[in-house]
C-alpha cells in the first residue's frame, strides 16, 4: 500500500490516495490455507483459497471493503476515515483513472524473435521427454531406436553412450558422418567414469588396421570402403582381440551402415556379439544416404534381437518448418507435439545482387526482431553453399556463419 502511496504522491495525484481506503487480500487458487490458532500474522477474512475461488471472488472482493474500513476506523477512531473525508465509493471515473496511473507500461513483442524463444522452451520440454523414453528403453539390453529427422535419436545415442560410461563401462560410439564423429568425441571425452571410443565407419577401420599392423589399403571414397569392406572384416576376424572389444555399442546414423559386412565388424567388436551383447541403435530409413548399403533384412534381423521404440516427436524442427520438409522433399515427419514457431518463407531472386539484397534484408530483419526480444543476434545462423556467397556485413565477428558441406 505504501508502495501506491508514493507513486501516487510521486507522480501528483496523492490526493486519490488520500481519499480512499486501501487494503489487501490475497488469492490461493491452487491450495487450501490452514491457519492455527496461535498464528496471529494471517487473518483469514483477507484469504479467498481454492475452497472458494473462483465462484466467490466477486463477494470476497466486496468483503474486503467492509473488512478495511471497520479495520482502519477500529485502529484509527480519530483520523480520517471518523471525519466523514473519505469518499463512501469508487466510481467508475475513479476506477478509471487509477487504473491509468498505477498500471505497468508495456509493449506486447511478437514475431520471430520472441517465436523462437517459446520454440526453444518447447523444444527443451520436449527432449526432456524424450529422455524419459530412454529411461524405460534402458531396461532392454538391445534397444532400436527407430525415428524420422529431428526426432531425437542423436541426442539419445549421445545421452546413452554417457551414461553408460558414468556406470564404468567401455562404450564404442559408432556413426556414419565424418564431422559428427569428431564432435561427439570431443563431448565425450569429458564423461568421468569409463572409456568411450567414438568414430565414424570409415575411422574405426582405419584405426583397428593401424592398431593390429596391418598393411590394408582404405579408400577415402566411402564407395570404394565399401567395396573392400567384405576383404577387411576377414582380415580383421583374425587380428580382433578381447581388448578391441567394448561391452556396449551405440550405432547412430546406421540407415547407412545396414549391410551384412559393416555390421559383421561391428559384431566382432561386442561382447557377446549383436545377439547376446548390449546396444543401441538409431536409424531412419528415409535418410539413407548410399541405398546399396541398406539392406532390409539386417534391419529385420535386428528387430528380433532387440526392443523397437518409435520416436514420433519431432524435438528439433517447429511443426512449420517440419511440414515444409516434409511437403517440398517427401522425408521426415510432422508431429502434433512437435513446437509451434514461425512459418517459413521461401524467397526468389533473379541473380546474385538480388541475392544479396534479399539475403542483407532478411538478416537485418531477423536481428531486429531477435534484439527486441531480448535475444543475441549471435544467435542466428546463416546456412549457405559457400562462405563467399555472403556480403561482407554478416562475416564480421557476432554472426556465426555456417557453410553447408557440397552435397
Not at 146 to 171: C, F
Not at 263 to 275: A, N, R
Request: hydrophobic residues 40%; glycine residues 8%; neutral net charge.
Amino acid at each position: 500500500m505504501y508502495a501506491i502511496r508514493d507513486q501516487l504522491r510521486k507522480i501528483g495525484y496523492g490526493t486519490l490516495f488520500d481519499n480512499f481506503v486501501w487494503g489487501y487480500g490475497v488469492v490461493l487458487p491452487n491450495c487450501v490455507l490452514k491457519v492455527t490458532g496461535r498464528d496471529f500474522g494471517i487473518d483469514p477474512d483477507i484469504v479467498l483459497d481454492e475452497r472458494a475461488f473462483p465462484a466467490s471472488t466477486e463477494a470476497f472482493v466486496r468483503s474486503l471493503a467492509a473488512y478495511w474500513l471497520k479495520r482502519i476506523s477500529r485502529d484509527n477512531p480519530h483520523g480520517r476515515v471518523a471525519s466523514g473525508s473519505i469518499e463512501a465509493s469508487l466510481s467508475d471515473q475513479r476506477c478509471t483513472e487509477l487504473v491509468r496511473l498505477l498500471r505497468p507500461n508495456f509493449d506486447l513483442i511478437v514475431g520471430v524473435g520472441a517465436k523462437a524463444a517459446s520454440s526453444e522452451a518447447q523444444i527443451v520440454r520436449l527432449t526432456e521427454s524424450q529422455k524419459t523414453a530412454l529411461d524405460f528403453a534402458a531396461l532392454e539390453p538391445r534397444n532400436l531406436l527407430i525415428g524420422s529427422a529431428g526426432t531425437g535419436k542423436s541426442v539419445l545415442a549421445v545421452t546413452q553412450a554417457e551414461r553408460m560410461a558414468q556406470e564404468g563401462k567401455r562404450v564404442l560410439f559408432v556413426c556414419f558422418n565424418r564431422l559428427f564423429g569428431e564432435a561427439v568425441r570431443d563431448r565425450l571425452s569429458k564423461v568421468q567414469g569409463g572409456t568411450i571410443a567414438a568414430a565414424n565407419f570409415h575411422q574405426l577401420a582405419v584405426q583397428l588396421v593401424a592398431a593390429h599392423g596391418m598393411r590394408i589399403p582404405i579408400s577415402e571414397t566411402w564407395e570404394a570402403f565399401s567395396t573392400e569392406l567384405s576383404e577387411l572384416v576377414l582380415r580383421l576376424c583374425d587380428g580382433i582381440q578381447d581388448s578391441d572389444r567394448y561391452d556396449y555399442l551405440i550405432v547412430d546414423e546406421a540407415q547407412d551402415l545396414m549391410h551384412e559386412d559393416f555390421l559383421e565388424l561391428l559384431d566382432l567388436l561386442l561382447i557377446g556379439g549383436l545377439e547376446h551383447g548390449s546396444w543401441l541403435i538409431a536409424l531412419d530409413q528415409q535418410q539413407a544416404i548410399f541405398r546399396d548399403n541398406y539392406d532390409k533384412r539386417c534391419l529385420e534381423r535386428l528387430s528380433t534381437l532387440g526392443r523397437r521404440l518409435l520416436l514420433e516427436v519431432n524435438c528439433r524442427n517447429t511443426r512449420p518448418i517440419a511440414a515444409h520438409v516434409r511437403g517440398l522433399s517427401g522425408i521426415g515427419s510432422v508431429s502434433t507435439k512437435s513446437p509451434d514457431g514461425e512459418i517459413p518463407h521461401i524467397r526468389y531472386y533473379a541473380d546474385f545482387p538480388a541475392y544479396l539484397r534479399e539475403l542483407k534484408k532478411t538478416v537485418n530483419d531477423l536481428i531486429s526482431a531477435f534484439v527486441e526480444a531480448g535475444r543475441a543476434p549471435s544467435e542466428i545462423i546463416i546456412l549457405t553453399a559457400a562462405r563467399e556467397f555472403l556480403p561482407d556485413e554478416v562475416k564480421r565477428p557476432g554472426y556465426f556463419i555456417r557453410p553447408l558441406a557440397p552435397g
